[in-house]
């Protein structure tokens, strides 16, 4: 009994050590696809999944707009009253509370909205990136397109450095629902938020955000901050 006691325990290590070498090849595996590529034509190209509702990097900036038309409007009520005589205490805490019961309906709404838009992506952001000496372009992914397809073309990309390496796998990669490009002149600020892994990367009138893994961020950030020359970070 305890000889079979005894290889039980010694087979459940083993299959305990084996899990855990899958799980760190799987996440390592992981790592490796999410790395930041130089393809045969002269750009970095990276994927990045982001799961919407963990990182609400995207919620926050729409609810930031929502506050600053809010406050917009605020301004507007009172230089009216300022204008017309009729400001005085009670208006201005009056105009304060509709603003604040204003923004707090439209936080809500929000919330909602963003809700039903993590659902119809299926709870996933996936956007290409590519960038080079010029311009970083932004390109959000359908829903059709799978994480794995995109890294295989993108793979095969980065991989023909011989050929025709402007054509390989670019079919994929073309494809995307909304894209943005920030050309590195027009670039007026730069904000790293390690933690959410972003770059806000932004210019007069738009504003663009660079999600990149932990292990690639420094030197994406880096490299946007020599080659953007008007931009404070």
Known sequence: MKTVSTEQTMFS???KKTESRKQRSAANTQEADNRVRLCADGKY???FEMPLLRNPSVFFD????????????FVIIMLI?????DIGVLTVKGTLE????GLAGMTVLSILGYLL????NGGKYLVLFIMDEHEIVHKQMPKTVKKATLIGKLTMLAGAAAGKPGVVGTGMLAKSRTSLTSDYDD???LVAHRRMNVIKVNERWFKNRVYVEDADFDFVYDY???HCPNAKH
Not at 62 to 73: D, G
Not at 81 to 85: P, T, V
Request: charged share 10%; hydrophobic share 60%.
């Open 13 to 15: 290590k083993k299959q």
């Open 45 to 47: 190209r990276w994927v």
């Open 62 to 73: 729409v609810w930031v707009v929502m506050a600053m038309s809010c406050a917009i409007v």
């Open 81 to 85: 009253m300022l204008f017309s005589g």
């Open 98 to 101: 509709g603003v604040a019961f």
């Open 117 to 120: 838009y993590a659902a119809m």
């Open 187 to 189: 670039v007026r600020q």
């Open 224 to 226: 946007l901050c020599q």
